[in-house]
């Protein structure tokens, strides 16, 4: 397997058909067809079903194309950093409840001209799945998770928030008991947590949305689609008047917490960052 065949691939899958993909990549289309199948023969695996309307993908094929991005991500990386030696390049996942935290980089570090920051976003299972195959080196996640695989350092507790247009709230609600028939807008990653949660107090939740990043649920409150339950830290991305009520439940309550991974020294900048955020937000 070549790095030229995940390209190929990768071009093929974003570009929808063969043929598109061989004008992109200014080819014919019959070498890149068998490109894909030297490819797919190789891993023993269909991973594109062509079909009149285009290519889809195969489940194992939608695994293959985020590990391509991935494996020509850490491709194109090292290639920088080899290129600028004197260079060190600063590799942190940043979930988007968490997105904020950029703020309280020390102006030490923003300032060297001899540090480059990458800043990769996703949820926590993606930062999870990005340091692990070593595409990044540290990251700023959210409770719940499995932390068997990875160093946790925990840094704060913080509740859950209900943001959305004055309208909605009809008086004081201070508790998720208080949203029942209330259009919401939820994380995908915690669908399951508050859904859970709120099944204890003999209700089920009106979820108006989900959605699969905390701007996205604050922005879809902002056009009054309904209420936004997010973390407390998401708040900070608000630059617009609205409503914000703090949710009292201590089974809501998330954790800001960064990981790396097992049995690896940190370079000494992340190391760095680490004290300077154990030193501001450890509660």
């Known amino acids: 397997m070549e790095l030229k065949q995940l390209f190929y691939f990768k071009t093929i899958v974003e570009e929808g058909t063969i043929s598109k993909a061989a004008q992109k ?13 030297h490819l797919e023969e190789e891993l023993n695996v269909q991973l594109i079903i062509r079909t009149h309307h285009g290519n889809e993908l195969t489940n194992a094929g939608k695994l293959f194309y985020k590990r391509a991005l991935q494996i020509l991500s850490l491709s194109e990386l090292t290639k ?19 997105h904020s935290l950029i703020n309280y980089l020390n102006n030490e ?39 068997s695989q990875v160093n946790s350092i925990h840094l704060c507790d913080e509740p859950m928030m209900a943001v959305g247009s004055e309208s909605f709230f009809k008086q004081p609600m201070n508790q998720m008991k208080d949203y029942n028939h209330i259009p919401l807008i939820i ?6 947590f508050i859904t859970d949660y709120c099944l204890q107090y003999n209700f089920h939740p009106f979820i108006k949305f989900t959605c699969d ?54 370079d000494v900048h992340l190391q760095q960052i680490i004290s300077t955020y154990l030193h501001i937000f450890t509660c």
Do not use: C
Request: avoid cysteine.
């Open 25 to 37: 990549l200014h080819m014919a289309q019959p070498p890149l067809s068998m490109q894909l199948k």
């Open 187 to 192: 994380h995908q990653r915690y669908l399951s």
């Open 109 to 147: 570090l923003i300032s060297n001209l001899k540090l480059s920051f990458r800043i990769h976003e996703g949820s926590t299972y993606t930062m999870l799945d990005l340091l692990l195959t070593h595409n990044i080196d540290m990251a700023f996640v959210r409770t719940p998770f499995d932390q």
């Open 213 to 266: 990043d905390s701007r996205t649920s604050l922005l879809y409150a902002k056009y009054g689609y309904g209420i936004a339950i997010v973390p407390k830290r998401a708040i900070d991305m608000i630059d617009y008047p609205m409503h914000i009520e703090e949710l009292q439940d201590k089974e809501l309550y998330t954790s800001i917490v960064i990981i790396y991974r097992k049995d690896e020294k940190l």
């Open 80 to 98: 920088q950093e080899i290129i600028n030696t004197d260079v060190s390049i600063l590799r942190i996942g940043m979930t988007s409840s968490n």
